[in-house]
């Protein structure tokens, strides 16, 4: 009740589609935490859990948005993925998730991504552990931000 | 016993509306009813635990404190067998009896069993709750081969877990083809080249006229008289909505429960949800039974929302499928194959590994179906859910590159951008409210 709630936001219009926040993203979800090995090394791949949409000159990177009505979280079959009640972020449990799919369909973002290498789902998890989120943290243009809204439910 | 709510069934629809309720009202007396004598389980993944890959504890839906967490009496294993509306009571089979202020029937579905001869042998068995999962598994030892009557959802479930446990399987599906419910034509043969991959044998056109055996299942035969030889059979031919409490009472039903928009039946105070109801279908415009787990979870969830006074809309859903049992990769929604096509523009795309197909009507998404590729599937099933005109984008749902950017910008705009009033923080510090930017 009144809680302040932090999502990550774009700002488009000074998005420059440059991806860095993907090779951020890869590089956090990778067990060595280096660029390079993220990259070239570590076997299985780490993944990046974002996107960065384009049409034309627009541009702008997308991850979970952690939705105040979560689809995957009411689609989901296991119940692996969960919305958690302070946060309000979404998260799936690698331990539950068995890869079913049915959250990508559910997810009117496509933000959810399949890791290749476990098949279950993979998401942004708002970097735990991260003062803040690596893709808003190294975002040389400040397309990505964190806004704080208070939660009205 | 009394309690302020009442909630028969333990599985997606009574627990989504179970935490609806404590997310309004933390205190309120809360009994769940389930004659199935398990925590609750995520039924679609009976398959998982007769495969081999998950144990019982796998399953489990939500932890196992769950009740204890939310202040909830679980009773397990006890059957309600009779309703009384008008004192507001249910008795269970055990002659207790629960009084209650508010009611949810979220008894979800009962197997059909089709009529013919044989049924009443040892090695006849469904496949729908986890005793049915564990009854199969305890008679595996004694099976080679086994027929699958119905190659729908849980027909196609069933035959994964008994190929990975090493069971020859054959497949009866009456139609002329394999999950003929979700799939169009060309999805449905792609499916079953694969389940035919695995080994399977699949006999379309015909069903099972006599389960032979003296005792114990020997064989089956079909309706042409061919026999196959078999140790189990297993009957998957669908589920029929659970609704025999609302016998002798007024509580309408069509063939499931007739729910409002509030999933309340037209009896004050009892709601309705899931397999056993007939909730809202967006795609039909109408009540319609979808035997999915995010509906009975949504719809569950609405029901508890009002029944704790909270007054939220069911937002509607349709059919809504994930299939990626032997290795496929299917999501379909809706209307894949309208029975009259006049009035429809239908969309394919078709390469070596991707088969995607939209159905449009009047400029609304009304189904579709997607092989191969289907992260970005969500996106083109949030504008069906959102019933959003995609009069200008029509051409541009199969593009290889579809995504958000592809939307109307006023669409992802609300999506994405910072909201009105809301404090920004960037990796460096906080942003002056006027960035310009052009
Ligand atoms: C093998 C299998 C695979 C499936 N796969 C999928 C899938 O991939 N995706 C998908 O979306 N859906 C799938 N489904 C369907 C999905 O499981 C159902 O839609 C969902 O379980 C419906 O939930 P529900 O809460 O309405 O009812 P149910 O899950 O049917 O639960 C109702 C409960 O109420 C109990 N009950 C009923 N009457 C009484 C009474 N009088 N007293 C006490 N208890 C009572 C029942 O015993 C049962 O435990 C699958 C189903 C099966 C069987």
Known sequence: MGAAVKRIYVREEVCMGCGLCRVYCQTEHSRSKDIYKAFKREMPLPQSRLRVERKGDVCFAVQCRHCDEPWCVYSCLTGAMRKDPVTGIVTSDSEKCIGCWTCLIACPNGALVKDRNNKIVAKCDFCPGQEMPVCVANCPNEALVIAETDDES | ?438
């Open chain 2, 1 to 438: 016993m009394k309690t302020k709510y009442l909630i028969i069934g333990n599985s997606a629809g009574g627990i989504a509306a179970a935490e609806a309720i404590r997310e309004v009202d933390k205190k309120g007396a809360l009994v769940i009813v389930s004659d199935e004598a398990h925590h609750t389980y995520s039924r679609p993944l009976i398959s998982k635990y007769l495969s081999g890959e998950r144990h019982k504890e796998g399953i489990l839906f939500r932890p196992a404190s769950f009740y204890e967490d939310n202040n909830i009496t679980c009773l397990t294993g006890e059957r309600v067998d009779q309703l009384g509306i008008k004192e507001g009571s249910a008795r269970l089979e055990n002659g207790q009896t629960i009084g209650w202020q508010k009611l949810l029937l979220a008894t979800g579905g009962k197997p059909i069993m089709p009529r013919m001869k044989g049924m009443d042998k040892r090695g006849v068995f469904n496949f729908i709750t986890l005793n049915d999962a564990v009854e199969i598994d305890g008679y595996l030892e004694r099976v080679k081969r086994a027929v699958v009557i119905g190659g729908g959802l849980i027909g196609t479930s069933a035959t994964e877990a008994l190929v990975k446990r090493g069971i020859a399987v054959t497949v009866v599906e009456m139609k002329d083809r394999m999950l003929n419910t979700l799939l169009d034509e060309a999805t449905s043969r792609l499916a079953e080249t694969a389940v035919e991959k695995a080994g399977v044998s699949i006999i379309t056109g015909h069903t099972v006229a006599e389960v032979l055996g003296r005792g114990t299942v020997c064989g089956a035969v079909l309706d042409d008289g061919h026999e196959i030889a078999c140790e189990m059979v297993v009957v998957a031919i669908g589920v029929f909505p659970r609704v025999e409490l609302t016998q002798g009472t007024e509580i309408e039903i069509n063939r499931g429960i007739v729910v409002d928009k509030y999933m309340a039946t037209n009896v004050a105070g009892v709601y309705a949800c899931g397999d056993a109801a007939e909730a809202y279908d967006f795609v039909y415009g109408s009540g319609r039974l979808v035997s999915i787990w995010p509906n009975a979870y949504v719809g569950g969830r609405t029901a508890g929302y009002n029944m704790a006074g909270k007054k939220m809309e069911y937002a509607g859903g349709t059919a809504m499928n994930s299939i990626n049992y032997f290795g496929l990769d299917i999501v379909t929604a809706g209307l894949v194959m309208p029975a009259d096509v006049s009035g429809h523009e239908v969309f394919t795309k078709q390469n070596d590994s991707v088969y995607q197909r939209v159905v449009v009507k009047e400029n609304h998404i009304v189904g579709m179906a997607f092989i191969g590729d289907i992260e970005r599937s969500g996106i083109v099933f949030g504008l069906m859910r959102d019933r959003v005109d995609i009069s200008g984008i029509k051409e541009q749902l199969l593009a290889d590159d579809f995504g958000l950017a592809h939307l109307p910008p006023e669409l992802w705009r609300e999506r994405l951008a910072v909201p009105a009033g809301a404090r920004t923080v960037t990796s460096q510090e906080e942003v002056e409210e006027d960035y310009s930017s052009e």
